[in-house]
């Protein structure tokens, strides 16, 4: 009961914010692979959450949480 099976076409998605910028971050629950996406990533530490960071390539932002 309550139990829903995932079909073939069915996908996760990863849940996305959007900021104040209007710019779409991904909330990750491990950011280490992300990481290694573009060579311009930076991890930052900021109020508490770790962010990836890009200041070239703005797509690659991420959050985790």
Request: overall charge positive; charged content about 35%.
């Given at each position: 009961?309550?139990?829903?099976?995932?079909?073939?076409?069915?996908?996760?998605?990863?849940?996305?914010?959007?900021?104040?910028?209007?710019?779409?971050?991904?909330?990750?629950?491990?950011?280490?692979?992300?990481?290694?996406?573009?060579?311009d990533?930076?991890?930052?530490?900021?109020?508490?959450?770790?962010?990836?960071?890009?200041?070239?390539?703005?797509?690659f932002?991420?959050r985790?949480?």
């Amino acid at each position: 009961m309550g139990h829903r099976r995932r079909t073939k076409t069915s996908r996760r998605v990863a849940p996305c914010l959007k900021t104040c910028s209007g710019t779409i971050m991904k909330v990750r629950n491990s950011l280490k692979s992300l990481r290694g996406r573009h060579r311009d990533n930076q991890i930052v530490r900021r109020k508490g959450r770790v962010y990836i960071i890009n200041k070239t390539q703005k797509r690659f932002k991420a959050r985790q949480g």
